[in-house]
């Protein structure tokens, strides 16, 4: 079983969310962290917070789609640290939208997702993941690091009408696990660098809070345990995978048992 103890862990998306909820436990438990987000002030905000838990924390102003900030921030993890034990790439966004929609009346088509719309949740969610992890892996491997890259993909994976460029990012994300651990395996250092992704359900994070009140009521009426997801119980998950080194090239759901049937 791995320490969290001295860990040191690069968080994306770590100004908000998930990431930040990760950060805040992580320093408790004795880690290091550096956060990186492409929203700079609540970063910076996030920073300061977290310097009242423990002073073993760094941040990156940070857009994953870019390959220099990437290289930027697992050459900063390595300068600040010396090491990097758990890489955490959780930036992510959502914009949904039916690839077609119709007129009800007359049932024609009256509009489609741009372009532009699709490619925009595929740069940040699936390429900037394969820039963060590509970086980092390649600095884990020259210093001989030992850990976990933790991936986000999400009960969308499984596909959810009006998301058809979020659901296609992160069903990517519970095969990236398989061909990384293949290929740390056929390398030599599975041992030693494992790859899970979580799917986690509807979590009370603004991504799903700046849902419509109505529209969210209507989906959390549909999970059984009959509440959204708390951010600190996806990290629980998170840092249970970290430390229990029989767990690689899976993805883990965790969503309140969404999908399983409605109330009847
Ligand atoms: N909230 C949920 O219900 C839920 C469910 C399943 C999966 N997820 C995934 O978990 C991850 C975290 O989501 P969250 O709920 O904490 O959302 P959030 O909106 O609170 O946080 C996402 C963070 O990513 C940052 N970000 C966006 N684009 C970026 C870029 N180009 N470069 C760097 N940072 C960028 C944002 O500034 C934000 O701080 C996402 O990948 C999301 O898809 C969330």
């Known amino acids: 079983m791995l320490k969290i103890q001295d860990a040191v862990a690069v968080i994306t998306g770590g100004g908000s969310g998930i990431g930040r909820a990760l950060a805040e436990f992580w320093l408790r438990q004795g880690g290091k962290v550096v956060i990186a987000d492409v929203a700079e002030e609540p970063l910076l905000a996030t920073e300061t917070a977290l310097r009242q838990i423990s002073g073993a924390v760094t941040s990156v102003c940070c857009n994953v789609t870019l390959e220099g900030d990437c290289e930027k921030l697992a050459d900063h993890a390595i300068a600040s640290f010396g090491k990097i034990n758990l890489v955490a790439p959780f930036a992510g966004i959502t914009s949904d939208a039916m690839m077609i929609k119709t007129d009800r009346d007359t049932g024609k088509v009256i ?12 740069a940040i969610n699936l390429t900037g993941v394969f820039l963060t992890i590509r970086e980092c892996v390649e600095r884990m491997v020259n210093n001989n690091c030992s850990g976990l890259i933790c991936l986000v993909s999400s009960t969308g994976s499984l596909g959810t009408a009006g998301q058809i460029n979020y659901a296609s990012s992160k069903a990517a994300m519970s095969v990236m696990p398989k061909v990384l651990t293949a290929e740390f395996f056929r390398r030599g250092f599975a041992d030693k660098i494992r790859c899970m992704a979580i799917a986690p359900g509807y979590v009370g994070t603004a991504m799903v809070k700046n849902i ?19 951010p600190e119980e996806v990290v629980s998950l998170v840092a249970e995978l970290y430390r229990n080194e029989a767990m690689a090239g899976e993805t883990v759901f965790i969503h309140g048992g969404l999908r399983l049937g409605s109330k009847g």
């Open 111 to 122: 509009g489609k997702m741009s372009l532009a719309q699709f490619q925009k949740v595929i």
């Open 212 to 230: 419509d009140a109505k529209v969210l009521g209507k989906i959390v009426e549909q999970v059984p345990i009959g509440r959204l997801i708390e």
